[in-house]
């Protein structure tokens, strides 16, 4: 009988050649790495330039308001958040109002009937939730360096904070593959499964709801060595390239 972990039959590498055999995680792991990277470039880029855009805020009431508003989304859960966009994307929502009303379209678009826009809505999503909170680190560094214009923004405040810049660069490369699962499990659905389903989605598929718990196991194993991979090689890199890095 079974006792546990030592107790328990080993599988070897069973599960793990079906992982690789089965077409739908295939799937999934395109789907995580395109959404993963996408949220990376968008929800980093968007963190700096805000936090350049912010210091440049001379009317201290004003940039105050600004920054306050901009930390609010993150406290908001998932299921907040993906209950607004789908009332403002919704066929009678706002954006379609804007988009019939002002000509750009003849009728309301359904965007989560068509594949082609979920990607975009997810990077959406995590920019508006998550742009104002991680700007913090950013503006914390360009409080140390002398007040600059949008002049010297580039040779300035840019080298000022590159330090933070490659540490969280780095560490954010090893989460590439946790692109989410609130969001995709709450925004997806039938019609656009092909594109929303994430690795996550699928282990919770398997390993819960299917009860084989092997197989949800390796695909979690899967996600941690690559993400230590990831981690190890952007390190590496910036030591070859004479920059900051983790260790």
Same mark, same amino acid.
């Given at each position: 009988?079974?006792?546990?972990?030592?107790?328990?039959?080993?599988?070897?590498?069973?599960?793990?050649?079906?992982?690789?055999?089965d077409?739908v995680?295939?799937?999934?792991?395109r789907?995580?790495?395109?959404?993963?990277?996408?949220?990376?470039?968008?929800?980093?880029?968007?963190?700096?330039?805000?936090?350049i855009?912010?210091?440049?805020?001379?009317?201290?009431?004003g940039?105050?308001?600004?920054?306050?508003?901009s930390?609010?989304?993150?406290?908001?859960?998932?299921?907040?958040?993906?209950?607004?966009?789908h009332?403002?994307?919704?066929?009678?929502?706002?954006?379609n109002?804007? $988009?019939?009303?002002? @000509?750009? /379209?003849? !009728?309301?678009?359904?965007f989560?009937?068509n594949?082609?826009?979920? %990607?975009? =809505?997810?990077?959406?999503?995590?920019?508006?939730?998550?742009?104002?909170?991680?700007?913090?680190?950013?503006?914390?560094a360009i409080?140390s360096?002398d007040?600059?214009r949008?002049?010297?923004?580039?040779?300035?405040?840019?080298?000022?904070?590159?330090?933070?810049?490659?540490?969280?660069l780095?560490?954010?490369?090893g989460?590439?593959?946790?692109?989410?699962?609130?969001?995709?499990? $709450?925004?997806?659905? @039938?019609? /656009?499964? !092909?594109?929303?389903?994430?690795i996550?989605?699928?282990?919770?598929? %398997?390993? =819960?709801?299917?009860?084989?718990?092997?197989?949800?196991?390796?695909?979690?194993?899967?996600?941690?060595?690559?993400?230590?991979?990831?981690?190890?090689?952007?390190?590496w890199?910036?030591?070859?390239?004479?920059?900051?890095?983790?260790f």
């Amino acid at each position: 009988p079974k006792d546990g972990l030592f107790g328990s039959e080993f599988g070897g590498l069973e599960k793990f050649k079906f992982l690789f055999s089965d077409e739908v995680f295939l799937r999934d792991i395109r789907n995580t790495l395109a959404m993963g990277v996408l949220n990376l470039v968008t929800t980093f880029l968007m963190a700096i330039i805000f936090a350049i855009l912010l210091n440049e805020v001379r009317n201290m009431f004003g940039k105050k308001l600004v920054q306050t508003i901009s930390y609010l989304p993150h406290f908001l859960s998932w299921i907040i958040v993906t209950g607004i966009l789908h009332d403002a994307l919704s066929s009678t929502g706002i954006i379609n109002e804007l $988009l019939v009303n002002l @000509g750009i /379209v003849d !009728s309301p678009i359904n965007f989560f009937a068509n594949p082609g826009y979920f %990607w975009p =809505i997810v990077a959406f999503a995590n920019v508006w939730k998550e742009t104002g909170w991680n700007a913090i680190v950013y503006l914390a560094a360009i409080t140390s360096i002398d007040p600059s214009r949008w002049g010297k923004i580039w040779h300035v405040t840019l080298p000022g904070i590159k330090s933070t810049i490659m540490i969280l660069l780095i560490m954010n490369i090893g989460n590439v593959l946790n692109a989410g699962f609130e969001v995709q499990y $709450l925004l997806g659905n @039938g019609l /656009v499964k !092909s594109v929303s389903e994430t690795i996550d989605i699928y282990t919770l598929t %398997w390993g =819960i709801s299917q009860n084989d718990y092997s197989l949800g196991t390796a695909a979690g194993i899967f996600k941690s060595v690559v993400a230590i991979i990831l981690i190890l090689g952007a390190n590496w890199i910036a030591k070859r390239a004479g920059e900051d890095r983790l260790f």
